[in-house]
């Protein structure tokens, strides 16, 4: 085979190398700004041994969760005022 053969296929792996590149960098960068700062925890109080009451923000929204051992419940919801 001839030399410029291996330099067609030397080429194309490294072009596709760096678009393989690219797209890796650009996905975690979509996933850091998509998975970041969107749930904040306000308060928590210890009501009881492995039983406690927290204070949720989820995008502008506020939750009252009750947790207990294995069991997470939702206990009410509003939105957030300013």
Excluded at 60 to 74: C, D, M, P, R
């Amino acid at each position: 085979m001839p030399v410029s053969y291996y330099i067609q296929v030397i080429l194309s792996l490294c072009i596709l190398g760096a678009i393989l590149y690219g797209v890796l960098k650009f996905s975690k960068k979509i996933q850091k700004v998509k998975y970041t700062g969107e749930i904040e925890i306000i308060d928590r109080r210890v009501i009881d041994n492995g039983v406690a009451l927290v204070m949720v923000e989820v995008r502008e929204k506020n939750f009252l969760i009750s947790v207990a051992g294995q069991t997470i419940q939702v206990l009410d919801s509003y939105e957030k005022t300013t």
